[in-house]
């Protein structure tokens, strides 16, 4: 989820700073991960990080790093609309006060987008935590995601581990299910908007 709004977050940043042809290609770009199958991004993970010096078949890293490129579509689509719409007028008076822009982007830009930053990082967590295509070609036997831990128990035999892929099965859910409740509650004031 991090490293999804990180790189969501600065994509989105970038797109609302420029205009121009090679911006909406690399805004379509970002929505590359919604159009291509899963499964193709996590085999595409396994062909592209085989060898030196990205050699990161067998690193843990590798499940969030999938997990983050199909979340970041998301981030990007939901900051986007309100990073267009900060008024620039407010960083020039923040920079004519003699505001750094650091200073101006945490005291005029983060208060007015905080909410939707809490909204897409509670997406891009529920998208990643019920995320099985991609994952499920990369996770490592000893260290599995809920959804291919619940594969995983339902292509064995036994009463046993179909309880056990049921109960995992209702823990994905109610954990999705609170996220998203709480993304709701997060999103909307009384008036029904950001």
Request: charged share 20%; net charge positive.
């Given at each position: 989820?991090?490293?999804?709004?990180?790189?969501?977050?600065?994509?989105?940043?970038?797109l609302t700073r420029?205009?121009?042809?090679?911006?909406?290609?690399?805004?379509a770009l970002l929505m590359l991960p919604l159009g291509v199958s899963a499964v193709t991004v996590g085999f595409g993970f396994l062909?592209?990080?085989?060898e030196p010096p990205l050699d990161l078949r067998t690193s843990w890293i590798l499940v969030p790093l999938a997990q983050a490129?199909?979340?970041?579509?998301?981030?990007?689509?939901?900051?986007?609309?309100?990073?267009?719409?900060?008024?620039?007028?407010?960083?020039e008076a923040a920079a004519v006060l003699g505001a750094s822009p650091l200073r101006a982007w945490r005291e005029v830009d983060?208060?007015?987008?905080?909410?939707?930053?809490?909204?897409?990082?509670?997406?891009?967590?529920a998208v990643s935590l019920g995320e099985f295509g991609a994952t499920v070609f990369i996770a490592r036997p000893d260290n599995p995601t809920l959804p291919v831990a619940?594969?995983?128990?339902?292509?064995?035999?036994?009463?046993l581990n179909y309880g056990q892929a049921m109960a995992l099965s209702t823990i994905l859910m109610l954990v999705c299910a609170v996220s998203l409740l709480l993304l709701e509650r997060i999103r909307t004031d009384r008036s029904?908007?950001?």
């Open positions: 989820t991090l490293i999804a709004l990180v790189v969501g977050g600065l994509a989105a940043a970038a420029r205009a121009g042809r090679l911006i909406r290609g690399f805004d062909i592209t990080l085989d490129l199909v979340g970041v579509p998301f981030v990007v689509r939901t900051m986007l609309p309100v990073l267009r719409a900060v008024d620039d007028r407010l960083r983060l208060p007015l987008v905080r909410r939707a930053v809490l909204v897409a990082a509670g997406f891009a967590f619940v594969a995983r128990l339902l292509g064995r035999s036994g009463e029904g908007e950001f």
